[in-house]
DNA sequence: TTCATAACGTTATGTTATATCATTATCGAA
DNA sequence: TTCGATAATGATATAACATAACGTTATGAA
């Protein structure tokens, strides 16, 4: 059986059809934000989409070059802020070691939409994988209660081969 | 009985007798890097010295201002090959949540010194403790095989508020 | 001494991110 | 419907972080 826990093949996705991968992330989004009274734009929405480009991180100053290409002029706020309310949203996580931002595959199990993300960054291949974990999380949860930290945030990124790219 | 693996307490720090940190840091540094026949050049034992000046991550900016504060003109290649050189040999560690560095407490533990670090981070008093915690590592291990990923980097870090900040 | 290499100096530039203020859009209340 | 508050975006400038490239100096082994 499958818990929610679980990740199958995280990284065993190369293939899929990723249009509709894109389409389920967009309408997630629309459902997420309705639901909450936010204001999905087209900008903030396009910016999303440029995020779910692929299932690697993409930099800030890519997305900005990709909206200059179809809007002209763009400065580097407007992309900026887009995903700074996409990360507000649980929408977007931000990947602290390569400074690179990528779309969030579960957005919404939470009360709030926003969780722990914790990622499995393939150094070849570029793929970036979301892991939710028990144990892992069970262990950090040990680790500060026994040190009396109350933890705000989480930034726990492995970076290394995926199963594919080891050969 | 303390194990290695152990953090007594460690942001109860305040107080303690700084000066004997940074020498104990400095002495071990020598040791080490005489050991492996590497090069602990005035240049690089200063700014390890500046990165210990507390227990708070230090950005290489402010490094970089400070030495140039006691020799004048110095550009940040000079700052960023001495960090990277201090890294390399696992005396110190960057932050990448922070994009700042900090000290080492336990370099050359392991074989070559180098070793995955994990972080709590005050985000009241700026204290960064490295911890290590066998669960952690263990939770963290079993992710890895379960999943066939061949780690080579972790990035590990926890911001919050310390048990002294929560007040 | 000579050579090879490592360390450092210097200049320039690349990359990531934010502060600030003006303008426009949205939406509820009068 | 118009007004006014607020949110979103546009636009300009600059801050903050990091590295490429190349020349010079120091170091240590042959």
């Known amino acids: 059986m499958m ?5 199958e093949s995280p990284f065993a996705m190369p293939g899929h059809d990723h249009a509709s991968c894109i389409m389920t992330a967009l309408d997630g989004a629309e459902a997420i934000c309705a639901r909450r009274g936010e204001r999905l734009t087209p900008l903030r929405r396009r910016v999303l989409e440029l995020v779910w480009r692929g299932h690697s991180p993409v930099g800030a100053y890519d997305i900005l070059a990709l909206l200059q290409s179809e809007r002209g002029r763009v400065a580097p706020p407007t992309v900026y802020r887009a995903l700074e309310f996409l990360c507000r949203q649980g929408l977007v996580h931000r990947l602290d070691s390569l400074q690179a931002f990528i779309g969030c595959g579960q957005p919404g199990n939470d ?26 999380d069970g262990a950090i949860s040990r680790l500060a209660g026994r040190t009396g930290f109350a933890i705000a945030d989480e930034t726990i990124e492995l970076s290394g081969l995926c199963a594919a790219c080891q050969s």
Do not use: M, W
């Open 111 to 136: 009360g709030d939409g926003r969780h722990a993300a914790h990622f499995l960054i393939c150094q070849d291949c570029g793929t970036a994988v979301e892991v939710r974990d028990g144990q892992l």
């Open 3 to 7: 818990t929610s826990g679980d990740v």
